[in-house]
């Protein structure tokens, strides 16, 4: 029936209750859409009003920037030193960041799930981990450039910094908001001990560290460029101080753009990682 | 009044002192039990008569101050499979279906997955839970979840459930029905029950034997052998009897303590 329907006018359409809520959802939903773009849709109006023809401007116009983004991806426009480099930089930059993300899930999770549960492990590490963690991820970097060298691998040690702490807060948290009834189950059940990791403490604790894992990719993006301004050759980071040197304020713009999608990006994906597995969690559709 | 088998649970004299800080509250002084397998067997009394520390006892969730807990004569010293309790706020893990929740203890206890899967359909029919063996709990009734419980327990080889007023938090209708049902199940599987309520309907509609608990400190006032044949007619004299016969002793106790 509805198949049948489907190139009737919309005035049509309208008979059937079942139709006519799809299309009002369906206008709800572009109306939505919508008001989500007006906003950006005028920030980038203004902007290109107050640069555009202008002589002297500090910031170059929308339309420019969106033409460095282009010769960035796929040359063909300056054909400078920048051109057609955006995919090396961003695998440079996404390796850095899942590597570095990757280890502080691997440090951070086991870690949280013993210091939520086991008392003596709390008593001897939290201390430690929470004086060290008001110390800002960028207090760090002179420290990590001498014990790394200036390069990469400093940036891949303030990415696994960056993130380590949101995983573990979070996972901890979770850890210690698993109702107590849950346990007395488990074990009335046969299941005891170190067994009740894998079988309790994790799986009641995932809504929390999904949490810190979305948390924690996201200051991941944040640190990896600081990682990345200095004595490292590629990455967004890196790509957006040279621009800065060399003045080409279109290609920083344009390396902002890039690590802003990404970040949006990974975060979604963690996102949809985290409602396949969290389905039965009744606050997290 | 000798017993020629061992009971399946025996408290003996069983106190329990808790500390809270710094405080001591004795919630149970000198309380002895017998439960003889197949038996229906009610804790009746007022709140702070000890009836559910009593049966956290036996659970192995707590070890008495002094006195004895045994099952089949050895001493209980934590939770078991064979000893399973439904909590009166059902305890079940969010994150599992139906079936992973009522398969819980098997796949923890390292059954095979052929082994597991066949049990677990067969507790989920006996609950008639068949429709919603891969809903969520939160998806769930009361008298659903609760059921769930029953069953996971029951799936696990149970030979003792203890009931922590399991049907406390239900509607009047859902309450009758989820009685009849247990019944049921008691008597076609031959399990022994431990069953807490402050309801004395409840106890007297359900049990072989009623123990009434009294507070300050918690301990066993007096027992109560019903014989009535079942299903059991609430609305019958003798049911009625035996009601107020409890109601008097329960508060008689009340009288006592206000002299």
Sequence with gaps: MSIVMQGAPPAMRGHGRVSTARLRALGGRAGQVALALAFPAAILTGWHFATAGEAYSLVPPPAEVARAFWDLAFGGINDDAFSQTLLTHVLASVGRVLGGFGLAVLAALPLGLLIGRVPFVRQMLDPTLQLLRPIPVTAWLPLAMILFGIGPRSAFFLVFLGAFYPILVNTVFGVRAVEARLFEAASMLGCKGPAQFARVVLPASLPAIFTGLRLGLGFAWVVIVIGEMTGVQTGLGAIIMEARQLSRTEIVIAGMVAIGALGFISDRLVMLLGRRLLSWSPNHV | ?259
Aim: charged content about 20%.
């Design chain 2, 1 to 259: 009044m000798s017993e020629p088998t061992i009971p399946i649970l025996e408290m003996r004299n069983v106190s329990k002192t808790f500390d809270f800080s710094g405080q001591r509250i004795q919630a149970l002084s000198g309380a002895s039990l017998t439960v003889r397998k197949g038996e229906f067997i009610c804790l009746i009394g007022a709140s702070g008569c000890g009836k559910s520390t009593l049966l956290r006892i036996a659970a192995g969730f707590e070890q008495p101050t002094s006195g004895e807990a045994l099952m089949w004569g050895k001493p209980i010293d934590g939770p078991d499979p064979s000893r399973g309790m439904v909590f009166q706020d059902y305890g079940l893990f969010p994150w599992l279906t139906v079936r992973g929740n009522i398969g819980f203890g098997l796949a923890a206890r390292g059954r095979p997955k052929a082994e597991i899967q066949d049990t677990v359909s067969r507790y989920v029919d006996m609950v008639g839970l068949g429709k919603f063996a891969d809903a969520w709990p939160h998806q769930l009734s009361g008298g659903m979840k609760q059921r769930v419980a029953i069953a996971r327990v029951l799936a696990n080889d149970a030979e003792v459930v203890l009931m922590d007023e399991p049907f406390g938090a239900l509607d009047a209708m859902t309450r009758d029905r989820l009685q009849d049902e247990l019944l049921e199940l008691w008597a076609s599987t031959g399990l022994t029950v431990l069953f807490v309520t402050h309801s004395i309907e409840e106890a007297v509609f359900l049990s072989d034997r009623v123990v009434a608990m009294s507070p300050g400190p918690g301990r066993i006032d007096s027992e109560l052998q019903l014989d009535l044949p079942r299903p059991r007619d609430v609305a019958s004299p003798t049911f009625n009897a035996i009601r107020g016969d409890l109601n008097q002793r329960l508060h008689s106790h009340h009288a006592r303590r206000a002299a």
